[in-house]
């Protein structure tokens, strides 16, 4: 079974950045493509970025030109690096992966099979 273990959450003022980590229990070449999705009180969780194997992005319109999706297949890890941090981007974030091909970019959330934990994200204004 897969497994996703995110880390890099925290309290961030408003303008700051911070950098979540998602390490896979497997090689991260086996995976077809990862994710970040976001959920705050009250809300449905969406997207936040996406990475194909292929290095295919996408992102979010609210947070394009702020946060970078990455990955690194030598420490089988997804980075999201959040910059020019808002208040709004309060959240709790989750890491999600899917193992199988699907022809189609981009995926919806219900193409993600995979998902961590989730970490806390908190920006003060």
């Known amino acids: 079974q897969v497994q996703l273990v995110e880390s890099g959450g925290g309290l961030v003022q408003a303008g700051g950045s911070l950098r979540l980590s998602c390490a896979t229990s497997?090689?991260?070449?086996?995976?077809?493509?990862m994710g970040w999705y976001r959920q705050a009180p009250g809300k449905q969780r969406g997207l936040v970025a996406a990475?194909?194997?292929?290095?295919?992005?996408n992102y979010a319109d609210s947070v394009k030109g702020r946060f970078t999706i990455s990955r690194d297949n030598a420490k089988n890890t997804v980075y999201l690096q959040m910059n020019s941090l808002k208040p709004e981007d309060t959240a709790v974030y989750y890491c999600?992966?899917?193992?199988?091909?699907?022809?189609?970019?981009?995926?919806?959330?219900?193409?993600?099979?995979?998902w961590g934990q989730g970490t806390q994200v908190t920006v003060s204004s």
């Open positions: 999600a992966a899917r193992q199988s091909y699907v022809r189609k970019w981009p995926l919806d959330l219900d193409d993600f099979g995979s």
């Open positions: 497997g090689s991260i070449e086996s995976f077809d493509a």
């Open positions: 990475i194909s194997r292929d290095g295919w992005t």
